[in-house]
């Protein structure tokens, strides 16, 4: 079948639809990925020619006094148009939104056009695009069930969050030569999404005085914004660190580290899952209705992660428990075996196994 997969303005929207669409494609399905005009989603895709990509117009919804509604609108209703003018010329038989408001205008587009579509929610609490698009597909997919009570009247499949093919973890002797690091070191991968975050690389530079006599290496993926001061301050404290703004080749990074300081997107926890990742969760403190936060408690629960509030970093508190970490390798393999737990069992092939049984002839389209 014809698949839209509408999957744009932030990694975490973008890299779990890749996964499903690489999938569909080995399943013979043509896919065609809708992505936003954030160069980000360019360069992610700029060497996928497998799958057709168009770019849309959408902006994020802004408050309801805001000047930029009216823009908002407009905008949305280009993105509108332009999606049933595709359509008419790819003919797609279901479409699926990854989440965000790249998604909202090709999900609209599909219902009008009378075929089966569906949302994927990744967080633990949606976001407003999913809450919206929720009325008008036949089931929503979520990447944890704790989502579930957000949409009671619609049908739920718990999926989990799709991670791409290329994740899976490779020899960690060679990974760590590849970002010219030793081999015999303790491995600390910082990173902070798919545009870095500042607030965890001013967290990790006030950290580094207090962390010189500690045995340990980094891996920094800072963002273009802060790479230049990042790197500065690891050489200033002379601690040995790889720093770049961006990794494309993650797989590598996960296997090289021994644990990770991260924000808590979901796709980012989803992948620290397969890589059995024990974690500090720095969630972004502006993210919509704190939904990180609540994605982070997930993982602590199972006591799969530790949590800190970045309110709460101050002087050495970030260097404390990376130095407690680094001094209890019992409490690091338990995290370990801990999060490996919580890693999607193949979530992409559920998502795409769930949307070919809903869409099946067999079943209930008033669903």
Do not use: W
Not at 8 to 13: A, F, I, N, Q
Not at 100 to 120: C, D, E, Y
Not at 310 to 337: H, T, Y
């Amino acid at each position: 079948m014809n698949t839209v997969i509408a999957c744009g303005g932030t990694g975490g929207h973008l890299f779990p639809g890749l996964a499903v669409a690489e999938v569909l494609r080995e399943r013979g399905h043509d896919v065609m990925l809708f992505i936003s005009e954030k160069e980000i989603d360019s360069l992610a895709v700029s060497n996928r020619s497998e799958f057709q990509v168009e770019k849309l117009p959408s902006i994020g919804l802004p408050s309801p006094f805001s000047p930029a509604l009216l823009r908002f609108a407009g905008r949305f209703l280009e993105s509108l148009s332009l999606c049933r003018k595709i359509y008419q010329r790819f003919n797609p038989q279901v479409v699926l939104g990854m989440g965000g408001f790249t998604s909202t205008a090709p999900v609209l587009a599909g219902k009008m056009r009378g075929i089966p579509t569906f949302v994927h929610e990744s967080n633990a609490i949606p976001g407003k695009a999913n809450r919206l698009t929720a009325r008008m597909v036949r089931a929503v997919l979520l990447g944890f069930k704790e989502s579930a009570q957000f949409f009671p009247r619609v049908p739920t499949e718990v999926t989990g969050t799709p991670i791409r093919r290329s994740l899976h973890p490779v020899e960690r002797a060679a990974a760590r030569q590849r970002f010219g690091l030793r081999d015999d070191l303790a491995t600390l991968l910082v990173m902070g999404g798919s545009q870095g975050a500042a607030g965890i690389n001013q967290a990790m530079i006030k950290s580094l005085p207090f962390l010189h006599d500690v045995p340990m290496q980094v891996i920094h993926l800072s963002g273009a914004r802060d790479e230049r001061l990042v790197a500065d301050n690891y050489q200033r404290e002379k601690i040995p660190a790889y720093v770049a703004p961006f990794c494309h080749e993650m797989e590598e990074a996960y296997s090289a580290a021994d644990f990770a300081i991260a924000r808590s997107g979901a796709a980012s926890l989803s992948e620290l899952a397969t890589f059995s990742l024990p974690s500090i969760l720095i969630p972004y403190p502006y993210a919509a209705d704190d939904h990180q936060t609540r994605n982070a408690e997930i993982f602590t629960r199972a006591d799969a992660a530790l949590m800190l509030k970045e309110s709460e970093i101050a002087g050495d508190v970030l260097a404390r428990i990376i130095r407690g970490l680094m001094a209890d390798q019992e409490k690091l393999r338990r995290m370990s075996v801990n999060c490996s737990r919580l890693a999607p069992k193949d979530a992409a092939a559920l998502v795409v196994e769930t949307m070919e049984r809903y869409t099946g002839p067999n079943h209930d389209v008033r669903l």
